[in-house]
């Protein structure tokens, strides 16, 4: 798959440099920059460059060049400014020409990563409690570096590394055991299951404060009891479980997200030590007096250690790791895997890598990380999203931008599945309108905005395209004759995305597509203020030649949304 606008802007190039060639006998590499568009749509700063070798006046080069330029009939207008600039204005029926010429099924599509393979790891949500917002960014963004990766042509493999292993299990069944029951559990569910997890953590801090451990004693002994099979733990542990997954499945369902693989940490535990034993062996990894085990990683610039086993030999998060990077090099080879967790686990991520690297695995790793999500609060100070209740929980989330999008359509006949869509389009599309490492600044109003920077916005415009799509039919190709001036800013727009989805794609950086996204709506909006489309001036051929690009507009508001795991809405 070629590059639309790199296409051209190499066919531009190439016509400059032959004219270069004639006129003055030398080979110059041209580079090309995007001047305001009342200048022209590309530029050359190159007649500066061979002023000096030809030991002439730029701004001479520059009229000599630009009168060859014209004569070629490529522009439609070539002028010279300042020192020596020379800007080009394209024939809008060469652009168009161009779009047509590289148009497919698959445009925008690439094959920059053909036979690799990458891992994508997301949401990797936590079992003991309801899934909240903390986990929202870790879905959205890794599900859209998930598409840009399979449209660059990778093999890409999805894992929902569910956080499944540790002390929550014990912490729950002595809370359950002390503060609820079969009744309240078959109730409330996962909801029941994070009261009780909240209040046994507090009854454990109390204790601790009182310097007793009887609760914690029975933590520790519930979590022994399931590493050894014990037939009440393992029990309690799946009617858990149970709970959990289908409550994280239900949110990924709403959310529009599947991974191929859940293999959680309680799946690495036991691959987790024999791993650390390994390198004990070995001696990449050393064991403290207490028991613990450590790798050091003074070497790669850590000054603090990976701690990989605990004193009570138990696994920790980091063994848990360890296993998953041993186990994914054997199983799958990938090229790259690419972890989509918040920036508070930059300093654990980067040990991670640096042990991997340390234990010989080539392997890129990649820590995808993001900001959090923030609001202000009462008191007008910004702060970690929270409710009065604590943390956020999706479900909450999720149906106050039901109710919202409701809201934004008001009184319009809207299926339920179109407000569904414009709901996640709106919480999801608001990840990605700035880099994803900065912090987003969560509110209502702005991701529903119909005239921002939103999701709904550019739903809208893909709507609207569509609806007039619909209404009128296309019966024919556009007439060879068409000059289409009027379409040429959407005509540039369009032959952009190609180059947008490689770069998002390279940089793991969806903002881009979104950014691209709200640009190409806007252009488009300008568009129609001065451009009729069906109405009874408009003549046979402009219609279809009009009808024909907007075909192009939806297919392309449709595909990049969907690399955002976003979709368009029938009606709006
Ligand atoms: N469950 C973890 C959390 O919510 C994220 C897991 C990230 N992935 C990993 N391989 N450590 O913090």
Known sequence: ?????????????????????????????????????????????????????????????????????????????????????????????????????????????????????????????????????GHLRSGNQGWAVKRLMEVTGWKVITDNHLGDYGTPFGVWVVGFLKFSSDEQLADGGIYELGRVYIAT????????????????????????????????????SQRFNDISISHIHEIMERLRITTDYELGEAF???????????????????????????????????????????????????????????????????????????????????????????IGVKTELVHLWFGTI??????????KMSSRKGVVMMEELLDQAEAKARQVVAGREISDNDIKKIAVGAV????????????ILFNWDSIFALSGFSGPYIQYAAVRVNKILRDNAIIQPAGEDYDYEAEKSVLLKLLEYPEVVKLSARDLEPHKVATYLYELARELNRYYEITPIATKDVTDMQKQARLGMLQKVSFVFERGLNLLGIEVPTQM
Not at 374 to 383: A, H
């Open 1 to 133: 798959m070629v590059f639309a606008i790199l296409i051209l802007m190499e066919q531009i190039i190439s016509s400059i440099q032959s004219v270069i060639q004639q006129l003055f006998n030398v080979e110059q590499a041209v580079h090309l920059s995007r001047p305001d568009s009342d200048f022209g749509d590309f530029a050359t700063n190159v007649a500066m460059q061979l002023a000096k070798p030809l030991g002439k006046n730029p701004r001479e080069i520059a009229e000599q060049l630009a009168e060859s330029l014209r004569q070629t009939g490529d522009y439609i207008d070539v002028s010279v400014a300042g020192p020596g600039f020379i800007n080009l204005k394209l024939s809008s029926k060469k652009l168009a020409d161009n779009l047509q010429s590289t148009w497919s099924e698959k445009y925008g599509e690439n094959n920059d990563g053909a036979g690799k393979t990458v891992i994508v790891e997301y949401p990797s949500a936590n079992m003991a409690k309801p899934y909240s917002v």
């Open 201 to 236: 953590k507090k009854a454990l801090k109390d204790e601790k404060e009182c310097g007793e451990t009887v609760l914690a004693d029975q933590v520790q002994d519930w979590l022994i009891k399931l590493e050894n099979n014990d037939e009440q733990a393992v029990g309690y």
């Open 268 to 358: 690495f535990a036991p691959k987790g030590k024999v791993a650390v034993q390994q390198l004990l062996e070995k001696g990449t990894a050393v064991q403290n007096q207490d028991g613990s085990v450590i790798v050091p990683l003074d070497d790669y610039g850590f000054d603090v250690p990976m701690l990989v086993q605990k004193s009570n030999g138990a696994a920790l998060y980091a063994t848990t790791d360890l296993a998953t990077i041993l186990y994914r090099e054997e199983t799958w080879h990938p090229d790259k895997v690419i972890y989509a967790v918040g920036s508070e686990q930059i300093f654990y991520f980067s040990q991670l890598i640096a042990m991997a690297k340390k």
């Open 374 to 383: 923030d609001q202000v609060n009462e008191d007008g100070v910004r702060e």
């Open 428 to 439: 999801k599309f608001s990840d990605f309108i700035a880099d994803r490492r900065t912090n």
